[in-house]
């Protein structure tokens, strides 16, 4: 309107011919006529009143063409129509169609986009500038690609993992069996040494292999991937949940993924996810090498190279290794956490307290908020105890390396010979090491209460009744038993004799 304004003041201000008019104002001639013309056949008066809106003159010059004349009783409303688009898999072609069903040749498709178009409420959007090498997007593919296992013949589905970079969309792809935590971060590890480099953030959609508690605020990281996260330097930027904006880059990169590879793959047989992996590195090849329209024919590759990867961090020495890690582990009143059918040591002082265990490679790391607590080798799925001397209570550390066999046996012959011989027959008869040791402390404990002399005597008396137990020394020993000079074996009143028959004496204690 502004163009408009200065072509009716050189006509009727400055009495400037048409030709004269485009010359000045750099239009063309058909141009100034048209909308003097306009402007004589709209019954307005040159000049205009100084309030005269910009608005006001366009509806007059160029009035919209007459709304289609068409019953609101049989159109949907627009705000119906807007909240059936926000449904899956909705598309204004599917309402068009079930509107034609329930009125036919009433409104033609043409006249429904129309009437959509020139009613529907305005979008209100924010371009995002993404800066070279800052953000790599995150996300997974709805579709993926099936594949026959040649050992079995059953079709495995896939998840088809796709990243890509804000400013340049140049994209990385590959297919995994599940969306679970080691499959996310492997596939991770696996694009940082497509791009060559690291980006400054992540941003991954909340799927709990990334996010364990989404919040716009302070998200929760599922641990493994927090913790490949730091191993990289990188941070984690979640995307709101249903805010697909956050990461419209991927969006579009996944949809590219589905079309131009997905699709084009999906009339060839594999029998392997290596084989399904293999043709898709061939067609991100491709993929990255198309020119776009919109980028004046550049192609992703060429963006990559001009304005990612020149800010990309570059990668440590060692790739990040996979860590199964399990989190809220209690250490039990014997000091011990139990992780995949072991049990492990952790200081004593943290009994009943929650521990982080990670498992790198064949090691076991402990943590205790947020700091290291202690290592163990990995041990068998065995239930046996892995235990660290250091982790033990001042009166537990009996020997290095905890409770042992030789240990009790060491400590019972400094008693005396009876005294072992009852710890002996005490660790050969239980079935748990950790009943027998209990039983063996239980013995030692005997000497420190009742003195070491009569605890041998006790032993012996227990010996010869063929009761070696500690129940039958503790017992012999508060009778005062063990304190008779001679042991007294009454004569048998039958005359048979077999070694079933205990005998009258072996009731004796």
Same mark, same amino acid.
């Given at each position: ?117 020139? &009613? ?59 969306? +679970? ?49 730091? &191993? ?52 991100v090849e491709l993929l990255n090498d198309r020119p776009m329209k919109d980028y004046g024919g550049q192609s992703r590759r060429e963006r990559f190279e ?84 250091? &982790? ?52 030692? &404990?005997?000497? +420190? ?7 041998? +005597? ?15 020394? +503790? ?17 048998p009143q039958s005359s048979e004799s077999h070694e079933n028959i205990r005998g009258s004496q072996y009731y004796a204690v």
């Amino acid at each position: 309107m502004r163009q408009t304004r200065k072509i009716l003041e050189f006509r009727f201000d400055f009495k400037q011919s048409a030709q004269q008019t485009a010359q000045a104002l750099r239009v063309s001639k058909g141009t100034v006529i048209n909308a003097v013309r306009r402007f004589e056949q709209s019954g307005l008066v040159w000049p205009l009143a100084e309030d005269f809106k910009d608005s006001e003159l366009e509806a007059r010059l160029y009035p919209q063409p007459q709304k289609e004349n068409v019953s609101d009783s049989t159109l949907p409303s627009i705000e119906w129509i807007e909240k059936e688009l926000r449904r899956p898999h909705v598309t204004l072609q599917r309402l068009w169609e079930e509107y034609n069903e329930a009125h036919p040749d009433r409104l033609s498709r043409s006249r429904f986009y129309r009437y959509w178009n020139r &009613h529907r409420p305005p979008e209100v959007s924010l371009k995002m500038i993404h800066k070279g090498g800052e953000k790599l997007f995150v996300d997974y593919s709805g579709d993926g690609i099936p594949y026959i296992d040649r050992n079995t013949g059953e079709v495995k589905d896939t998840r088809v993992f796709v990243s890509c970079f804000g400013a340049s969309s140049y994209a990385y792809a590959e297919a995994t069996d599940t969306e +679970k935590d080691e499959d996310f971060v492997n596939s991770h590890v696996r694009s940082f040494s497509f791009f060559k480099g690291l980006p400054a953030a992540l941003v991954p959609d909340n799927l709990k292999s990334g996010v364990i508690t989404p919040s716009r605020y302070e998200p929760k990281l599922n641990p493994l991937y927090e913790s490949m996260a730091e &191993h990289y330097g990188i941070a984690v930027l979640p995307a709101r949940i249903r805010k697909p904006k956050d990461k419209a880059p991927v969006e579009n990169a996944v949809l590219q993924v589905q079309q131009w590879i997905i699709a084009r793959l999906r009339n060839r047989q594999f029998f392997s996810l290596a084989e399904v992996n293999a043709a898709i590195a061939e067609e991100v090849e491709l993929l990255n090498d198309r020119p776009m329209k919109d980028y004046g024919g550049q192609s992703r590759r060429e963006r990559f190279e001009l304005l990612d990867k020149p800010y990309l961090r570059p990668l440590p020495a060692e790739p990040y290794r996979i860590t199964r890690i399990k989190v809220g582990v209690r250490v039990q009143p014997n000091y011990h956490i139990r992780f995949e059918d072991h049990f492990y040591s952790a200081p004593y002082l943290l009994v009943g307290k929650l521990v982080e265990v990670h498992l790198i490679g064949r090691i076991i790391e402990l943590y205790h908020d947020g700091v290291h607590v202690c290592r163990h080798k990995k041990g068998a799925p065995n239930f046996l105890y892995t235990t660290i001397t250091e &982790h033990m209570p001042p009166n537990h550390r009996y020997m290095k390396g905890g409770w042992s066999l030789d240990y009790f046996l060491n400590q019972t012959e400094q008693i005396g010979p009876q005294t072992k011989a009852v710890t002996e027959k005490i660790l050969a008869g239980k079935t748990h090491p950790e009943q027998a040791y209990n039983a063996a402390r239980g013995i030692l &404990h005997l000497g +420190k209460t009742y003195t070491n002399e009569r605890l041998e +005597k006790a032993c012996e008396r227990a010996l010869r009744f063929r009761s070696p137990c500690y129940r039958s020394v +503790k017992a012999i020993l508060e009778q005062g038993l063990d304190k008779q000079t001679e042991l007294i074996f009454p004569t048998p009143q039958s005359s048979e004799s077999h070694e079933n028959i205990r005998g009258s004496q072996y009731y004796a204690v």
